[in-house]
């Protein structure tokens, strides 16, 4: 996944060059500092360029959107093999921000619920682009499903602002019965 990722970023510079847009793979590569390239890195070096003011500002049509011009899709697993991988590598699943699930809007109940029969044991209920109906609907299934309930700010850093951290958070409780269900 790693190497889709690196060659998935290539390609969307390779567009944004084609487009006329005066971005390097180099910079983005910097930017990435080694790590994975996404598509903040992306938007990061077409600020620094500046072609837009702001990072989100490149997440449009026109640019890095969801089948946006500059646009690859990226490869993911299917959420069960993700699960599957992550319980095999002795870990605990716990699913991210059910409502927002790309282009789709939403992960789809039905999937939850076959996540949480597979061995889910969480759902983050408590994000910031959560609004409350949709913290009240993830709360009451991951109640009904037994999973345990989280939080997180999402925070990516100062790519964005205002900087998120810790503006929704996981109770300790819920903590705690993560760290026993993965024995730690």
């Known amino acids: 996944m790693h190497d889709d990722r690196f060659r998935r970023g290539e390609k969307m510079v390779e567009k944004l ?16 500092k080694g790590d994975n390239i ?4 992306i938007a990061q070096a077409l600020m620094e360029a500046g072609v837009v003011e702001t990072v989100k500002d490149a997440f ?24 599957a991988l992550i319980k095999r590598a002795g870990g605990v699943c716990v699913l991210a921000h059910p409502g927002m699930w790309g282009t789709q809007g939403e992960v789809p ?23 409350e109906d949709k913290r009240a609907r993830y709360r009451a299934m991951a109640e009904r499903l037994g999973l345990i309930i989280t939080g997180s700010s999402d925070c990516h850093g ?9 503006c ?4 300790p409780e819920m903590f705690e019965a993560l760290k026993s269900v993965a024995g730690r």
Do not use: C, W
């Open 17 to 32: 060059q084609a487009l006329g847009y005066p971005v390097t793979f180099e910079r983005v590569r910097e930017i990435s």
């Open 38 to 41: 996404v598509r903040p890195h």
């Open 60 to 83: 449009t049509e026109e640019l890095i959107a969801d089948g946006g011009r500059a646009d690859v899709p990226k490869h993911a697993l299917h959420p069960m093999d993700a699960l």
């Open 109 to 131: 109940d039905a999937l939850i619920d076959e996540m949480a029969q597979g061995g889910m044991v969480g759902l983050e209920v408590d994000h910031p682009d959560h609004d």
């Open 158 to 166: 100062n790519r964005y602002d205002p900087v998120r951290l810790g």
């Open 168 to 171: 929704a958070t996981t109770f």
